[in-house]
């Protein structure tokens, strides 16, 4: 249980398009869904949160209109680059928080997606 | 909000030897502490957790241990394997909302055969 997929694995574009990449929780309900951005051999660093139905919330220094988060259901969640460019490029992974099983307690565990490799050329 | 120090930052241990690194956090609020595994390329893959409520907790070679007054814990990794080389990170879920995780900087463990 608790398997969180993210779509695409990897994506080339070139500068100025935008890209969307969405993350799914396959067997649980993810009532909060949280955007990372990694760089090569660094740490997670939170974008944004996103709650089911309510707007996203976006770590200082994140630009909320360059990156756009749409949580439209209790198992997707999208990311939506606008306007990439080469700064973009980036690992950019998903984790869903939320209930495992029916009746139960929203879990404190975050389940990472796979990530998207994005290279804007 | 809340910071998480890591340390150290490599580590290299020799097959069979113990490994121990370990976190302190700044937020006393803070009541979970997950510690993630990820090799390269891949997603963070949960290995261990511990609650503020619990001082020590063990899973076969793996243990964590808190100490909520220090606010410092600690992930020990007995008997490594070669594939225990990965990178971990510590994080700290804060008394705040969503369960927002704040990570360490990460550890790059490499077990020599």
């Known amino acids: 249980g608790a398997v969180v997929s993210q779509h695409p694995s990897r994506v080339i574009c070139k500068s100025g398009t935008s890209v969307k990449i969405e993350c799914r929780s396959l067997?649980?309900?993810?009532?909060?869904m949280f955007w990372y951005r990694q760089f090569p051999k660094q740490s997670l660093m939170l974008m944004a949160t996103?709650?089911?139905?309510?707007?996203?919330?976006?770590e200082q220094g994140v630009e909320k209109d360059k990156f756009l988060i749409n949580h439209a259901s209790l198992t997707l969640s999208t990311l939506t680059v606008t306007s990439a460019h080469p700064e973009d490029s980036s690992f950019y992974i998903c984790?869903?928080?939320?209930?495992?099983?029916?009746?139960?307690?929203?879990?404190?565990?975050?389940?990472f997606g796979p990530g998207t490799r994005l290279t804007v050329l | 909000g809340e910071n998480v120090e890591q340390h150290p930052s490599t580590l290299s241990v020799q097959e069979g030897d113990s490994a121990v690194i370990k976190c302190t956090y700044s937020?006393?609020?803070?009541?979970?502490f997950p510690w993630y595994k990820q090799e390269l390329g891949k997603r963070p893959q949960l290995i261990i957790d511990?609650?503020?409520?619990?001082g020590e907790k063990k899973d076969q070679r793996i243990a964590v241990t808190l100490n909520k007054t220090a606010k410092h814990f600690s992930l020990h990794i007995t008997e490594t394997q070669p594939e225990d080389s990965a990178v971990y990170f510590c994080?700290?879920?804060?008394?705040?909302?969503?369960?927002?995780?704040?990570f360490g900087q990460g550890t790059i463990l490499t077990v020599h055969p």
């Open positions: 996103s709650n089911e139905g309510s707007k996203a919330t976006y």
């Open positions: 984790s869903a928080r939320g209930v495992l099983e029916r009746g139960g307690l929203v879990t404190d565990t975050q389940y």
């Open positions: 511990i609650r503020s409520n619990v």
């Open positions: 937020d006393s609020a803070s009541n979970y």
């Open positions: 994080a700290a879920k804060g008394g705040t909302s969503y369960g927002k995780l704040t």
């Open positions: 067997d649980f309900q993810a009532t909060t």
